[in-house]
């Protein structure tokens, strides 16, 4: 399969899918009893609003899907957001000076970057090292050990391990979610998520516990990922990374290419 070229069909495929496997899971943590999290979700034209009261990192707090066309409804979207903290995506898709400059007379700013890459599923079982095993999570056996990889891996103490089972266990044999542990010599050492729909899959999360890091864990969980999108019969993988991070040198290593550099928005 030939790599396309970013244009207007694939920049909205990419960004669709993100908007796709951020919802669904954002939807599955508002799903438990009585929505405990104090999750929201709001769309304003195509842009997407996403808010998580008790979790207040950028990821599940921010405008995504922005467009010229939602220029007239900032204000409304800052009201939605109050005194919550919230970035806006930036992406160069339908994005014109006017819309910039409408974003600066709201009292919005630029703080930042992030990368958006896409790449083509893998056609051949990939061969990881021999000490390497990834194994595709089915049952709850093994979801103790993905959220406490998940929980170690994004910097926070075991005591926080209960909330990052509550939060993602709604993900298990959720529809278009594939989830991945891998085994370092027969020890959990991390974790990945995917979420495929229709032709398109997105990686949606990944994490090495610390003590092993570097060892190859993370280029593995890409190539599996890569090669379940080409079972799923997907065309097309999408990725988001921090700008010039590890993983997005992981990811350009494994085979994707950028597609662009988002800009992140912020109120000043």
Known sequence: MQFPVVNDKVMAQIRQSEIDFLAS???SIAERDENPEGVEIRRFGKATAF???TMPWSI???VKGLTDDEE???????RFYREREFQVDVDPYHCSARLLTALRANGLGQ???HSVLYGLPLKEPPTPPSNIEIIE???QSHFDAYAEIHCLGSGMPLTAKPHFINNNIGLLNRTGWKLFLALLDNVPAGVAAMHINGSVASCALAATAPDFRNRGIQTALLRQRLYTAH???CRLVAAQAAFGSLSQNNMERTGFRIAWTRSIWSLI
Request: proline share 0%.
């Open 60 to 62: 599940f707090n921010s």
């Open 137 to 139: 999570i089915r049952e």
């Open 111 to 113: 703080t930042g970057f």
């Open 231 to 233: 079972e799923a019969g």
């Open 25 to 27: 899971r954002i939807e």
């Open 51 to 53: 808010y998580i009261r």
């Open 72 to 78: 007239d409804q900032i204000g409304e979207w800052i």
